[in-house]
């Protein structure tokens, strides 16, 4: 899809599958916002991206309903509004050892942070514009664990299909990844993290687990085809079938 002098905010852009998505959308002559919480990884993420001209990063924790509104007062009108964001630090644990503040914090990311998205967003998109966010293999195939990181995927994509019913004509999408190799994994598997994702490449149809460019691939056609809307689109390795 061409996304071409296309204006796009990119929520967690500044590390995996966001980053991605930006040095994509960068490459094919966007104008790209990156958001993030952390001035480090901002700074990191705009080095990695060459120090383009076309890409612009702003400080902003989109869980906190007064930064996300003051940034949609500064910023300018837009084409596309992504969300990769996500906080699950602590979440991914046996019910015995699961912390409810770790909880809220992954509910807040994937949760609140898309709605307040959506809510002081829309007004600044096109009328062919998109919102689209990520949601996660672990709403379909839930392992222990995984129950509240299976139950904030779920509620976002519930969330999607209603965003793309209020606000049509706007586009609404989320695009679900199975196992992606990316940072999010030191949470999940700590040292274990090239042991439990070798093992499942073995498992999955396609033979290896997927590349942050993969989900980068499928966030472009979401944002990019104008007939899909209030969809989850499964890029996952053939993951629900195993």
């Known amino acids: ?47 990695s991206l060459g120090e383009s001209t076309a ?22 009108p837009l084409d596309h509004i992504v969300s990769t964001a996500a906080d699950i630090e602590g979440a991914y644990e046996l019910l015995p050892s699961l912390d409810l503040k770790a909880v809220q914090k992954a509910v807040e990311s994937k949760v609140y942070g898309p709605l307040l998205l959506a809510k002081h967003g829309a007004g600044k998109l096109a009328p062919t514009g998109s919102l689209t966010f990520v949601s996660g293999i672990a709403a379909y195939r839930p392992l222990p664990r995984g129950a509240a990181v299976a139950a904030v995927n779920a509620a976002l994509e519930g969330l999607v299909k209603a965003l793309a019913v209020e606000l049509a004509p706007l586009r ?22 090239d042991e439990t994702l070798g093992a499942m490449a073995r498992k999955l149809p396609v ?35 195993v």
């Open 1 to 47: 899809m061409d996304l071409g002098q296309s204006r796009i905010l990119i929520a967690g852009g500044s590390s995996g599958m966001g980053l991605a998505l930006a040095r994509r959308c960068l490459n094919a002559g966007a104008r790209v916002s990156i958001a993030g919480r952390s001035e480090g990884r901002l700074a990191q993420a705009r080095t």
């Open 55 to 76: 890409l612009d990063t702003i400080a902003v924790d989109i869980t906190q309903e007064r930064q996300v509104a003051s940034l949609f007062e500064r910023i300018g």
């Open 172 to 193: 609404v999408n989320a695009v679900s990844p199975g196992w992606v190799d990316t940072p999010i994994w030191a949470f999940v598997a700590g040292d274990r993290k």
């Open 207 to 241: 033979g290896r687990v997927g590349r942050p460019e993969d989900i980068a691939d499928a966030l472009a056609f979401v944002m990019g085809n104008g007939f899909t809307t209030g969809s989850v689109l499964h890029v996952e390795g053939g993951h629900r079938l």
